[in-house]
């Protein structure tokens, strides 16, 4: 790789760079804001879980999907970090809620979804 064209403070990750290692990465990132999200759908699902959680899960929710939100979502790695943080204070409310058969669905969902990386 020819690193001429490089800004000299960013050339020394160039040897760490590896298509193997991106995807690592990814897949990391991905589970971070789809395994929430998941979680949270699924504890919605359940005809146990109250109707007071389950309006503030969709609102949650429903705020992940908004394109147009506190942070932008276009904007790279920060445009998500409202969105998790809103998912991850709904999870606190509802974690008496997460059952086993619950994390075992998100886990069998996220490797549907992420296991081809």
Avoid at 79 to 93: H, P, Q
Wanted: aromatic share 10%.
């Amino acid at each position: 790789m020819n690193c001429s064209n490089i800004p000299k403070d960013t050339r020394s990750y160039v040897k760490h760079y590896s298509d193997s290692k991106f995807w690592g990465k990814v897949k990391i990132l991905g589970k971070n804001v789809i395994r929430p999200a998941l979680l949270l759908y699924y504890v919605m699902k359940s005809p146990d879980v109250p109707l007071n959680i389950k309006i503030a899960i969709s609102g949650a929710l429903g705020y992940l999907i908004l394109p147009s939100d506190l942070i932008p979502d276009i904007i790279p790695f920060a445009g998500y970090t409202d969105d998790v943080s809103a998912l991850w204070a709904v999870i606190k409310m509802c974690d008496t809620y997460v059952t086993a058969e619950i994390k075992a669905q998100v886990e069998t969902k996220l490797n549907d979804i992420l296991g081809g990386f």
